[in-house]
């Protein structure tokens, strides 16, 4: 049960540390809002987005090929080949925390923005379900429930985060060195999982 909430918090943090369309949106309206509190709508927005992914993903994925295993197994490959890949392009990207997405937003078009590219993106779909629902397949009864739960649990910590970070990095780190780093990290987890999940297949 804990080896599963470890491995849970650590696949999420890996998927969701890349600073992608999303996360952008998020840090940017860190820095761009008067006040903190005024970016609460889009923490809010991605994480619930996020919490809705993760439930259908770990419950709705699971369900469906559990008792199939060569489907468990092609998407468990499938899910390998996206770790490794993601890795590798996380890894050699280089992120710029500027950009178009640096403006105000009102509080109706933080949740509409926020919604859109958290359940309207394929990227965040194929971490949801082709990653974290495929590892969720290693776990049943209570120990599948706190994966799920620390998955979820990094999502709202992350965006809570990122805004408060989008307040003082956004203003100090102009050249996106941080960014950089947090991105060499999130590839090392992945190829990390990566490897554990092809020791699930062994």
């Not at 949106?25 to 970016?39: D, E, K, M, S």
């Not at 369900?63 to 295993?69: S, W």
């Not at 960014?179 to 020791?199: D, E, Q, R």
């Amino acid at each position: 049960m804990i080896s599963a909430a470890i491995h849970g918090f650590l696949l999420a943090l890996g998927l969701i540390l890349p600073l992608g369309v999303q996360n952008v949106f998020v840090f940017n309206q860190g820095a761009a809002q008067p006040r903190w509190l005024n970016t609460l709508p889009v923490v809010l927005t991605a994480a619930l987005c996020d919490t809705l992914l993760i439930f259908l993903a770990v419950f709705g994925v699971s369900a469906v090929v559990f008792a199939i295993n060569w489907i468990q197994t092609t998407i468990l490959i499938i899910g390998i080949g996206f770790l490794v890949f993601m890795g590798y392009t996380t890894w050699k990207s280089k992120p710029s925390v500027s950009g178009e997405a640096n403006q105000f937003f009102s509080p109706r078009k933080q949740i509409a923005f926020a919604a859109s590219v958290s359940l309207l993106n394929p990227h965040a779909i194929m971490d949801t379900i082709g990653v974290i629902g495929t590892s969720s397949l290693s776990y049943t009864g209570s120990a599948k429930y706190s994966f799920m739960i620390a998955c979820i649990l990094v999502s709202w910590i992350w965006f809570l985060g990122l805004s408060v970070a989008g307040r003082l990095l956004g203003r100090m780190d102009q050249s996106g060195k941080m960014v950089g780093i947090l991105n060499k990290i999130s590839a090392v987890i992945m190829w990390g999982t990566a490897i554990y999940l092809i020791l699930t297949l062994i």
